[in-house]
């Protein structure tokens, strides 16, 4: 069994800022109503940017970061649920691209968890041995999947991409934990191509965009957010007390908040960065991630739990003590 840690990180955003009031042009809706409601003031929107593009600049980065070179990644797990292509694989096209050898390559969806989902499955690949060194990257164009004439859904979802390098070395990733329940599917989703073919004529036209019950997702997060990081700490010996942050999928403010309450943890040790980006689904964690890192947020030794819940419905968190030297 080999440790693991993360050596390098990335991110890559659209230039394109959208802001509440430029969605209220759009819709019916308010600054007000959006910033009390999500904690959103602004989100980035692709202008042409696929998400095989943006992974692309979020990855170089990450193995810039890392002191790496393409051909050293043997490992490539992206997650999406706005892959550019149903096949080939988008982490096909980032491997290519990358000029990333022969690395093993595919996507995951978990939608929203699906970092948290990836990170897991590419520790435990480098865990027993079988690769050394993987990329793990969230990106998302939901602006493609996204109706821009419902107020309910386009005021929260965004574009970006963020990129992890993990590699055997130090003891960094300490303990994961993943879960879902199917049960919830109903709650957010967005139909594949509907059935049909030669034999039976297409029936239904369902259009493919982001179709979400928010308020039931929203109950489902407020437990499953503080639930999900008690349950990485469990068996750990570490406790909430030792943790410096908490990095939690940027949804909506109220559920970071509520999570904050729920572990009676001061709501400064949840990272928020929301109001810039709003909802970026697998891409937020690895943002946030790298956001912290170059600022300088964390140091060699901080404990820090990443969390994540989505589409699915699915769940997750990493407790990571952070290894990477400072900038
Ligand atoms: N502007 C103004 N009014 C709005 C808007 C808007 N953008 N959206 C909804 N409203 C109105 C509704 O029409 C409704 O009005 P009505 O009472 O006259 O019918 C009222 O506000 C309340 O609507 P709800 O949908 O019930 O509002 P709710 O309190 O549930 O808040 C929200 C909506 C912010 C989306 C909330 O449900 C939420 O955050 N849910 C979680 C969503 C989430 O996290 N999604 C992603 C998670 S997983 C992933 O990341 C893919």
Known sequence: MFDIEITGTGRYVPENKVTNHDLAALVDTSDEWI????????????????TTEMAVQASLKAIEDAGLRPEEIDLIILATVTPTYYFPSAACLVQTRLGAGQATSFDIS?????????????????KCG???????????????????????????????????????????????????????????????????????????????????NGREVFKFAVNIMPESILKVLEGSGFTL???????PHQANIRIIDSAAKKLKVDRDRFYVNIDKYGNTSSASIPIALDEMSRKGQLLPGDLIVVTGFGAGLTYGAHLIKWTKANY
């Open 241 to 247: 007390n030792d943790i410096k942050y908490f990095i």
């Open 35 to 50: 910033t009390q409601m999500t904690g959103i003031k602004e989100r980035r929107i692709s202008l042409g940017e696929d």
């Open 130 to 212: 079988t690769y050394k060194t993987a990329l793990v990257v969230g990106a998302e164009v939901l602006s493609k999947i996204t109706d821009w004439s419902d107020r309910k859904t386009c005021v929260l979802f965004a574009d970006g991409a963020g990129a992890a390098v993990l590699q055997r070395g130090k003891a960094g990733i300490i303990a994961s934990f993943t879960g879902a329940d199917g049960r919830g599917a109903d709650y957010l989703y967005c139909h594949g191509v509907p059935f049909g073919n030669q034999l039976v004529p297409v029936k239904d036209t369902q259009p493919h965009y982001t179709v979400m």
């Open 110 to 126: 978990a939608g929203c968890t699906g970092f948290i989902y990836a990170l897991n499955i590419a520790a435990q690949f480098i």
